[in-house]
């Protein structure tokens, strides 16, 4: 049940959602956030973007693979020592950007985004 009543009277506005541009964002915090009924593990960003007020989060890599552009999440794919996999967009992003691991070498640095297919911010890494 609708805790306050007052939703309910809600009306139709005429403001779309404002999508941010593509900008430098500072890492701020990264947290592994489990999806789906098979708990597949992602990475989940908190950054600043300078046309926002508040934190935004950004989840997705923006790379070339085999001569194309491909946008996909960055999930947690762990290989049989436990390191993550070689040739994942997770390792092809962290390359990118010269880091080892996935948030000690990327607290406070700045990083280049780009927008997918649908408008959403993802990080560049091409």
Do not use: C
């Not at 962290?94 to 911010?121: P, W």
């Amino acid at each position: 049940m609708v805790e306050n009543q007052d939703e309910l009277k809600f009306e139709i506005g005429n403001e779309e959602a404002v999508l941010l541009k593509p900008s430098v964002v500072e890492i701020v915090n990264v947290a592994v956030i489990e999806v789906g009924d098979k708990k597949a593990r992602k990475l989940v960003w908190e950054v600043k973007h300078p046309d926002a007020q508040d934190i935004i989060k950004i989840s997705a890599v923006k790379y070339e693979s085999k001569g194309k552009l491909e946008t996909s999440g960055l999930w947690v794919n762990l290989d049989s020592k436990g390191l993550i996999r070689k040739g994942s967009a997770l390792v092809t992003f962290l390359n990118f950007v010269g880091a080892k691991n996935s948030f000690g070498d990327l607290k406070g640095k700045r990083i280049q985004t780009a927008q997918d297919e649908k408008g959403y911010l993802v990080f560049k890494a091409y």
